[in-house]
């Protein structure tokens, strides 16, 4: 075409697998190679539940010879392929004759295969609330292993129905390191169960892998379960559902059951018409490495994915069933208070804390709570840390945490506050830029930057409060939402707080007239209470007068365009304009 832009014209199913592979070709092909998957695919095949399951569906001998023959047509296809055995002791040599000369087959073939803990009675352990019960469970596990002469894969776990990986149940990894020294891990869960959007996040040094079904559960295990029998596992092998993930991801850990390699053997099937498949009509090369060694060529590959999201466990259901039932999210805070350093969030949020419908930790002084900076410095110590830091609420009481400085205009930061708290409400401190400035920077720095050509500076750090407005409104509501001009706090906090009240419509009113008192020597207010010089409100400790007129007329100058965006933008959303504003 006239405009000399390449392009690759298609049509049909897009879901159809032989459009998939034209359309990653065409990426590759149109951006010169920058767009694409490398044509190395790891495979890793977990089977849970070995020595589970109810008797009738579980493995006899004949079963496990099927099983030792396919691994080895595995191999000859994938070098160094091994099927990883995820094993609970504590069922070993349950059901029928058939079904326990089954055990024992798998146990004398345990050279075979390599092995994981599994928990010795398949117990979730996010219901253990001790760790040292929990390491009791794995090391009866792992002394069966030791007396069975069964290998274990060097730190490598998986927990039932991934119970205490996402959310994290701390105990369960703690567990882990001091009884099989566990570097790896695998789940379903993170950040969701859609299968599209697995990923995986290390936590304690613990790499969690994002693991993948293969449309195979515990309850399918006869083609008549299966939907549409043999014909329906064949199409979600040869360019489904099946294949499509091995085809989209680099790194494949598949989850399959001890079930599913008996009675029909549908495992056995499915992965042999899969390989054949791939191998068939791609030129994708299957590989196989360890656990330890696939984690970190996939954070190799996705290092982005080392920091982990912590979601709020209650919205979604799967979430919340393999959660402690002693934690709730009612413990996590419905107030968030924001804004640039020296506007008055910390006073706010300590202010705050002296209504009796405020919560903090354990016996601290409503006076000296601060921000947590969970989102920030400690996000890595996990939703448990945070939600310690705070009492879970009773009825009409509200959690109240608080953030200030440059993180507040970061993306980032925001969304790891929405995801965690989408439903809290959000109080906007604004404080006049110059003051800002001020705050920031002294005269002499003030004034070199008036007269330089540029528009940027540590001075102006945080006072873009368009684009931290807009950061936030991205993800939050506008109702949920105040924003207090910190010029009105400093002169009439009483009337502030009763705003704030209102907003957060909190069951109970008080009069802040009583909990606050003007300090005439200091000419701001302090608690009534105390002596006024640890909490009082120091935000303007620099007076405007301190600012020559010259240098401030300038300074209004390099943020007139900040000035009218803000404007434009603050009467959008019908809020009041700040009196250092509506000039």
């Known amino acids: 075409r006239k405009d000399g832009i390449q392009k690759v014209w298609m049509g049909g199913d897009p879901t159809m697998w032989v459009n998939w592979l034209l ?22 095949v977990d089977i849970d539940d070995i020595f589970t399951g109810k008797s009738g569906i579980r ?9 030792i023959n396919f691994q080895n047509w595995m191999v000859n296809r994938i070098p160094g392929f091994k099927f990883n055995l995820g094993f609970s002791s504590g069922y070993y040599q349950r059901g029928t004759p058939a079904e326990q000369m089954g055990d024992r087959c798998l146990v004398g073939n345990a050279s075979r295969f390599l092995w994981f803990d599994h928990m010795p009675t398949h117990s979730q352990p996010h219901k253990f609330d001790s760790e040292a019960l929990l390491v009791k469970q794995m090391e009866s596990n792992r002394q069966f292993a030791v007396d069975h002469n069964m290998s274990l894969v060097p730190g490598y776990a998986v927990s039932p129905h991934h119970s205490g990986v996402y959310p994290v149940h701390e105990p369960l990894f703690e567990a882990w390191k001091k009884v099989y020294n566990i570097s790896v891990t695998s789940t379903e869960g993170y950040p969701s169960s859609a299968q599209k959007e697995r990923r995986g996040f290390v936590f304690r040094d613990i790499m969690v892998l994002p693991r993948q079904t293969c449309t195979l559960f515990t309850t ?15 199409a979600t092998a040869t360019g489904g ?24 053997r549908l495992a056995n099937q499915l992965l042999k018409m899969l390989v054949e498949f791939v191998r068939k009509w791609t030129n994708i090369q299957l590989k196989t490495v360890s656990p330890i060694r696939l984690a970190r060529l996939y954070f190799q590959s996705y290092p982005e994915d080392v920091k982990p999201l912590w979601k709020r466990p209650c919205a979604n259901p799967k979430h919340k069933e393999i959660w402690s039932p002693k934690k709730s999210c009612n413990a996590l805070p419905s107030v968030f208070i924001l804004g640039p350093v020296k506007s008055g969030v910390t006073v706010l949020h300590k202010w705050l804390m002296a209504h009796p419908n405020t919560l903090m930790k354990g016996n601290a002084s409503r006076l000296s709570v601060s921000s947590t900076n969970f989102f920030t410095t400690n996000y890595l110590k996990g939703l ?3 939600m310690d830091q705070f009492q879970e609420p009773k009825d009409g009481h509200v959690v109240v945490d608080s953030m200030s400085g440059a993180a507040v205009a970061n993306l980032s930061v925001a969304k790891r506050v929405y995801t965690l708290l989408p439903h809290c409400r959000l109080i906007f401190m604004l404080i006049h830029p110059i003051r800002l400035a001020q705050s920031l920077c002294q005269d002499k720095q003030l004034k070199e930057f008036v007269t330089s050509s540029g528009d940027t500076h540590k001075c102006l750090e945080g006072s873009d409060y368009t684009l931290e407005l807009q950061t936030w409104l991205r993800l939050y509501k506008p109702e949920q939402i105040m924003v207090v001009n910190n010029e009105e706090f400093v002169s009439n906090p009483v009337k502030v707080l009763e705003n704030v009240q209102l907003f957060l419509k909190l069951s109970r009113k008080i009069d802040y007239s009583q909990v606050l008192t003007l300090n005439p020597s200091l000419g701001y207010f302090c608690p009534a209470a105390s002596d006024g010089q640890p909490f009082c409100h120091t935000v303007h400790t620099r007076s405007k007068a301190t600012l020559d007129a010259t240098t401030e007329r300038l300074l209004y100058q390099k943020l007139s365009g900040q000035y009218t965006r803000l404007k434009h933008f603050v009467q959008s959303l019908n809020i009041p304009l700040p009196n250092w504003l509506a000039v």
Do not use: C
Not at 25 to 33: A, C, E, R, T
Not at 221 to 226: A, K, L, V, W
Not at 241 to 261: C, D, E, G, I, R
């Open 23 to 44: 359309f990653l070709d065409s990426m590759f092909y149109l951006s010169k190679g920058s767009i694409h998957l490398p044509l190395e695919r790891y495979i890793q």
């Open 59 to 67: 493995l006899t001998h004949m079963d496990v010879t099927s099983l």
């Open 220 to 234: 399918i295990n006869r083609f008549s379960e299966y939907r549409n029998g043999y014909n329906g596992l064949r």
């Open 384 to 386: 448990d840390w945070y």
């Open 241 to 264: 559902a099946v294949f499509q993930t091995v085809l989209s991801n680099k790194f494949s850990v598949f989850m399959t059951h001890m079930s599913n390699y008996g009675s029909d």
